[in-house]
């Protein structure tokens, strides 16, 4: 009677592990699936990686700086213009070009 006791152990012991195996693989299964379908919706929403976002953060950011420069660079000159150093001679301010006709007011 102990062998028989034994032996039922034995395959209820086995096809407990038998089942805790598929139960890992379905559940390998479900997030598989579940990570494609996110990756699916995402691409489907066009949505921006982190990857991009951050390129194109840095890329405003030395688009801000640069423009910032220029700004106080324009205002550099305009003051000289408006304020000739003395014995210098007076600097003509051009009539043509792309921002001919337009006032710029002083800073």
Partial sequence: ???????FFDEVARLMNDAAG???GVRREFETLFRNQTERFLRD???VKREEFEAVKDMARL???ENEALKAR?????????????????????V????AGIDIPPA
């Fill in 1 to 7: 009677m102990v062998q028989t006791t034994n032996r």
């Fill in 22 to 24: 598929v139960a890992q």
């Fill in 45 to 47: 929403l066009d949505v």
């Fill in 63 to 65: 688009a801000r700086e």
């Fill in 74 to 94: 324009i205002a550099a000159l305009e003051s000289r213009l408006a304020n000739p150093a003395p014995g210098s001679r007076p600097v003509e301010q051009p």
């Fill in 96 to 99: 043509s070009g792309p921002t």
